[in-house]
């Protein structure tokens, strides 16, 4: 019996999946949108990954000294990349300005005071941060003429000699750096457009099958309801694991992108999102009544589950509530699975919460789905 | 009046429609029949200005529809075989739109949307949206929109289809009434039936030309297609034939005391003068039933085919 | 005239109680705009702070020195200090809680009297680049004033901050236009498919036998449209002034502006749509035109955050055209001229669009 059923729910699995699969539409947001979004998505989060260093416009009076050149050697060490303008035009085109006067090596080297002026367009914060990291420099300038140093040779040489009093930097911990440009958008756009298919195609054919009738002719067929259910849910999932396929090849040919040195991690979790995605779809097409309300609110409810769980940006980069709310979605489970093994080099163990509640939820909705399947 | 002068309507090398001529004249049902490809929805569809004919020419209501396309146009009124209907709007909602499209204005509008409600039967329902409405009531409703603007011509096409009996009665009835206001109709149908209790006159066109046209009855004697008459009562049957041979082309298929079978063209005219021979040969005449070429018998032997191929 | 009227009529009647497909596409945006302004969107809430871990196990007034220093506006307001032991600091740290765990061992102070050397350490969080850099800084600068080389020349720093006025566009200033612009041309996307229903329905055949013109009906559809934009135009434009606090130079302008690229784009998209020769056909072409130009044209995210040469691009495309002129129009920075030039341009797009689409609705479509 059983096996008859499983036989019935593999044949009727296969012939959907071809159905779904000659569907333009499907074909179009399975195969073709996904790679617009990767790119679009992966190009706008890259520039957000900002440049090592910082631009810092440098004005230096013709008469500023030598004093000058090692003030702008130590902006450099200090992640500066400072530029040295020309123009007072150029200048003021810079959000962040560091103006050298006039004498500045004669006032210096007789002790008498003077001052550099940073302008920062910005707010109080960034200025802040730019002022300790320019007194830095000047510090360190300040203490070696301290120490004796009145050439610019003396200046490098002890500017290179370590301090008595120092302090030892070490990173400490694990490196989390939220993936950005296509490290996110491909991962993030694959498990978007995988719900977006399983809540349009996949649960709107459901619904134009109940309404043509056909549900019912297989409800009255030699084939048990169970089978039907089964073969229906199992012709999606299939269908997901295409996607899913397909993203990752051409996320990896086309984008670069890694998934991780656990595969097998990577594609349990995959496979278990996908398991209740498509049950969801399923659900979708169930207790939706008509195509329009399918659509409507499959469209609505995977950009909504896509935007909280972190599939257009990296989840980090949230408020701590987001985050901890987004590992209530199935999007924003199966994001952190991923950012988990594959950009934060946890072990395939860490996921293993993820694939039990992701499983545990497919379940949990396929028994409400089937117990609940309208065949008319 | 529909006017049909040697319409010829060629897509390339296909030609669809081949030197098909006709008149429908106003207060007459004309029907128009033929099998798929036979050329029907072309003709049709450059009677009311869909496509434009390769040559020959159309006139409705002595307007030519090429020439004076909104002038014919305005005179005509078209039930399509599509229920083209909005189906979120309600009934009340479709006419207004349909009749304002046609050319009508409050009061006037109002005042016929009430009467084609009350003709269709769909009053109870005007303000409900069409999607509600049962097959058959689309189809009224359907027919509505063709006539609220109280066309001189009306073209139906197939306006029957998948609709159930009793609708289907009510809008031939309704076509029925148009015609005897004296609208010119011009009616095209897949069921014989129809054709047969509707039209008054009619075309069997096939492969783009008209083969047939004229009344049922002229249709048939033109096939020379025989009546068969059957007569039960008390029979001699040598008197019987020899008290029938001399009527014109009869034919004695079968003579019995109890029956009589007789095959002849015109049976209906000649019934009296059947009655009289054979009781002036001493026969008693008690049942008669005369069964007439069919239109389906005729359609197959002018075109060798079904009407449904 | 009147056939106009009643085709307008008859399709905001339609559209009225077909909620569904238009509410989908209104629903992308506002789905946007909402989890944007949820997620990021904070304006006004403090900045975050790091922490600082500080294991002081020299516990002497050299080591207080250092500590003390973090104390000072303006890091007291960028770091959140506390002391710990230096086994939980480390473990802290492993796990990512804080920014940096600074170790002062035991002997530092007897190091800077005698002035000899001597090392603190350090531990940074590998996440973060500013504050454990600001952390290491601050450090160095104490302990060269505590050191052998303390003094020097007073070469001073004056800080001057300007606030970002073009820039300092509020999240919701920022995203606003490009998410009514992604609302009017999803929305003018989701109309243009309706021309296939009609059609499917026998309602362009049945107009095209009976006395009047496509262009009439044409006409009806645009000016039922432009409401239909006008109406998403007005309530956006409404609801992020008074309760967004966005600024909206001129909402006449702002309205007008929409409801004509609306109405372009609405005849753009119906032109792609009947360009196609089945409904699915042109449900597929109207999303594969729609979805890249959106995303190009600065309707998903602003330009301001794309990368230039995207940007570039985008404010080429009908969308991001739109969006541009409607950013200016908002922030008050458009011209009267270059507005005139701009809406001049949009009508005369409209009308060449409106006569190619006319002429494919007689040609062939309708029949």
């Known amino acids: 019996m059983k096996t008859k059923m499983l036989r019935d729910a593999f044949f009727l699995a296969r012939m959907d999946l071809w159905h779904l699969a000659h569907s333009r539409e499907a074909l179009m947001w399975t195969f073709v949108m996904p790679l ?11 520039n957000f990954r900002g440049g090592a260093k910082d631009p810092l416009a440098v004005s230096v009076a013709a008469d500023a000294g030598f004093l000058a050149d090692q003030v702008i050697d130590r902006l450099g060490a200090r992640d500066f990349s400072v530029v040295r303008t020309r123009t007072e035009a150029e200048f003021l085109g810079y959000p962040r ?6 004498g500045f090596t004669a006032a210096a080297l007789a002790s008498k005071p003077v001052t550099l002026e940073l302008t920062r367009v910005g707010d109080e914060t960034g200025a802040s941060y730019d002022r300790v990291r320019i007194e830095r420099a000047l510090n360190s300038v300040r203490s070696d003429m301290a120490a004796g140093a009145v050439t610019p040779e003396q200046l490098t040489e002890l500017g290179r000699q370590p301090r008595a009093l120092g302090v030892d930097v070490k990173a400490a911990g694990r490196r989390i750096v939220p993936p950005i440009g296509f490290d996110q958008s491909v991962p993030g756009t694959m498990v978007m457009f995988t719900l977006l298919v399983m809540f349009t195609s996949g649960a709107v054919s459901l619904t134009i099958e109940r309404r043509n009738g056909i549900l019912r002719r297989l409800a009255s067929s030699s084939m048990s309801r169970g089978a039907v259910v089964v073969g229906k849910w199992g012709a999606r999932w299939a269908m997901g694991m295409v996607q899913i396929a397909f993203a990752m090849i051409a996320g990896s040919v086309l984008f670069g992108v890694h998934w991780g040195p656990n595969l097998a991690a990577v594609l349990a979790v995959l496979a278990a999102y996908g398991a209740l995605a498509a049950t969801l779809g399923m659900a979708l097409g169930n207790f939706g009544r008509t195509e329009a309300q399918v659509i409507g609110l499959g469209v609505i409810a995977s950009n909504l589950l896509a935007g909280l769980g972190g599939c257009w940006w990296p989840i980090e980069v949230t408020p701590v509530w987001v985050q901890k709310a987004a590992l209530f979605l199935p999007t924003g489970l199966t994001m952190d699975a991923l950012h988990k093994v594959v950009n934060f ?6 996921v293993i919460p993820h694939l039990c509640a992701l499983v545990a939820a497919a379940v949990v909705a396929g028994w409400v789905v089937a117990r609940g399947f309208r065949f008319q | 009046m529909i006017e049909v002068e040697q319409l010829r309507k060629s897509y ?28 029907k929805t072309t003709t049709i569809g450059c009677i009311s200005g869909l496509l434009e004919p390769t040559s020959g020419r159309v006139r409705v209501m002595g307007h030519d529809v090429v020439r004076e396309g909104m002038a014919a146009r305005q005179a005509l009124g078209v039930v399509p075989q599509e229920i083209a209907l909005y189906e979120e709007l309600s009934a009340i909602e479709n006419l207004k739109y349909w009749g304002g499209a046609q050319g009508l204005r409050n009061p006037v509008l109002g005042e016929r949307i009430e009467k084609v409600l009350e003709l269709t039967g769909l009053s109870d329902r005007a303000r409900e949206p069409v999607k509600r409405f049962s097959g058959g009531m689309k189809r009224r409703l359907n027919f509505a929109c063709g006539i609220v603007h109280q066309p001189q011509v009306l073209l139906l096409d197939e306006p029957t289809v998948g609709v159930d009996p009793q609708s289907r009665m009510r809008l031939l009835e309704l076509v029925r009434a148009e015609a005897q206001a004296g609208t010119c109709v011009l009616y095209t149908t897949h069921y014989m039936e129809e054709a047969e209790t509707l039209c008054d006159r009619l075309a069997v066109v096939d492969h783009g030309k008209v083969i047939a046209a004229g009344t049922l009855g002229e249709l048939r004697s033109m096939l020379e297609e025989r009546d068969l008459l059957r007569l039960t009562g008390v029979f001699q049957p040598d008197a019987a034939r020899a008290a029938v041979a001399p009527i014109d082309r009869i034919e004695v298929l079968q003579a019995e005391e109890h029956l009589l079978v007789l095959s002849l063209v015109e049976a209906s005219r000649k019934l009296p003068a059947i009655f009289a021979a054979l009781e002036a040969a001493g026969c008693e005449v008690r049942g008669t039933t005369l069964t007439q070429p069919s239109l389906e018998s005729l359609f197959i032997k002018l075109t060798g085919k079904e009407l449904r191929e | 005239m009147h056939f106009i009227w009643i085709s307008v009529v008859k399709d905001l009647r339609r559209w009225r109680r077909d909620p569904f497909t238009l509410a989908v596409w209104l629903a992308i945006p506002l789905v946007l705009a909402v989890l944007l302004n949820v997620v990021f969107g904070g304006g006004g809430k403090p900045a975050p702070r790091g922490v600082l871990l500080i294991a002081d196990e020299d516990n002497t007034f050299a080591s207080k020195v250092v500590s003390g220093v973090f104390h000072r506006d303006p890091l007291d307001k960028m770091l959140a200090l506390e002391r710990v032991r230096r086994e939980e600091g480390r473990r802290r740290m492993d796990s990512g809680e804080a920014s940096a765990l600074l170790i002062i061992p035991a002997g530092f102070a007897q190091a800077v009297n005698r002035g000899g050397a001597f090392r603190l350490q350090l531990f940074t969080n590998p996440s973060q680049s500013i504050l454990p850099k600001v952390i290491e800084d601050t450090v160095s600068i104490t302990l060269d004033m505590l050191g052998t080389r303390r003094g020097g020349p007073p070469i001073g720093l004056k800080t001057t901050v300007i606030p970002e006025k073009k820039q300092g566009k509020s999240f919701a200033a920022l995203f606003f236009p490009s998410m009514l612009c992604m609302a009017v041309w999803m929305i003018a996307n989701a109309l243009a498919g309706e021309i296939w229903k009609e059609r499917a329905l026998g309602a362009l055949r049945r107009l095209a036998v009976m006395p009047v013109r496509m262009a009439g009906f044409l006409a009806g559809k645009l000016l039922a449209a432009a409401l239909v934009f006008a109406c998403v135009a007005g309530t956006g434009l409404v609801a992020v002034r008074w309760l967004g606090g966005v600024p909206v130079a001129s909402l006449p302008a702002a309205i007008l502006w929409l409801m004509l690229a609306g109405v372009a784009f609405y005849l753009l998209l119906l032109l792609v749509s009947m360009s196609a020769s089945t409904p699915r056909g042109a449900s597929m072409l109207g999303n594969l035109v729609m979805f890249p130009l959106a995303l190009v044209g600065g309707c998903f995210f602003p330009f301001e955050v794309m990368p230039a040469w995207m940007a570039a691009v985008g404010r080429w495309t009908p969308p991001g055209w739109a969006v541009t002129q409607f950013s ?10 270059s ?4 809406l001049a341009g949009l009508v005369a797009a409209s009308a060449l669009a409106f006569m190619v689409t006319l002429m494919r609705l007689r040609r062939s479509f309708a029949l």
């Open chain 1, 97 to 102: 300005r560091l103006e050298i006067p006039g």
């Open chain 3, 339 to 342: 507005l005139a030039a701009a």
């Open chain 3, 328 to 337: 200016a129009i908002l922030d008050g920075s458009a011209h009267a001229a």
């Open chain 1, 36 to 46: 617009i979004f990767f790119y679009f998505l992966g190009a706008i989060t890259g």
């Open chain 2, 12 to 39: 390339g090398e296909l030609i669809a429609v081949d030197g098909v001529s006709f008149t429908a004249r106003p207060g007459e049902i004309f029907g128009l029949l033929g099998p798929n490809g036979a050329g």
């Open chain 1, 345 to 350: 080099g946890a072990p395939p163990s860490a």
